[in-house]
């Protein structure tokens, strides 16, 4: 595919238009390599997973911009990095907390705050999955809580994958949006 430009362009400005059939083919094309990436810098298999699938829902949303990339292979793998990093910093983030709550467990006013900021965290999220609409909040719950991935989705609601990915990145959004509002993050 990377070897016949006009080919490659062709595809490209089909996905910009929204062609699933050919962001489908795009990605067979892609995903090995950009997995192949994403492991050797995120080395869990679940996580680059996760990773993955953040990166394919992020190529979609913005597949405005692919007929204007020049360097497609640099411009994905870069993109692919920024995900793994993103992740990372999620996890760095994460484990941060972790260490502090802990720390501040010696003490028994800190624990109450923790447990405390954590059960409103717990409480901003369940409002923002309530405030969903259905089809969008039925895809996220069966994500986050039944551990299905987008074909698995797709295939139970007989929706396409991409669908259900940008289903799933728009609930996310929206639910980081609650925390921030909520200064949360």
């Known amino acids: 595919m990377h070897d016949d430009l006009y080919t490659e ?5 089909r996905i910009a238009d929204g ?3 050919a962001f489908a083919q795009f990605f067979k094309a892609i995903s090995p390599g950009i997995a192949n990436v994403v ?14 699938q953040e990166f394919f ?11 204007a990339v020049d360097q497609l292979n640099a411009y994905l793998k870069r993109m692919a990095l920024n995900e793994c990093f993103t992740w990372l ?6 484990q941060q907390r ?12 800190n624990e109450t705050e923790a447990e405390l900021s954590y059960r409103e965290t717990q409480r901003i999220i369940a409002n923002a999955v309530s405030a969903l609409p259905t089809q969008r909040r039925q895809i996220y ?7 299905l991935n ?10 396409s994958p991409s669908y259900v990915r940008n289903t799933i990145s728009a609930a996310l959004q929206f639910i980081r949006e609650q925390l921030k509002q909520a200064g949360k993050l």
């Open 9 to 13: 362009k062709a595809i490209l400005a």
């Open 19 to 21: 062609d699933e059939r």
């Open 39 to 52: 492991r050797k810098v995120v080395k869990q298999e679940d996580a680059a997973h996760e990773v993955l």
């Open 57 to 67: 829902i992020k190529l979609w949303l913005h597949r405005d911009k692919l007929p």
């Open 89 to 94: 910093n999620r996890q760095a983030l994460l």
């Open 98 to 109: 972790l260490a502090d709550i802990r720390n501040a467990g010696q003490t028994s006013v």
């Open 141 to 147: 719950e069966m994500s986050r809580q039944e551990g």
């Open 150 to 159: 987008a074909t698995e989705i797709a295939n139970i609601l007989r929706l």
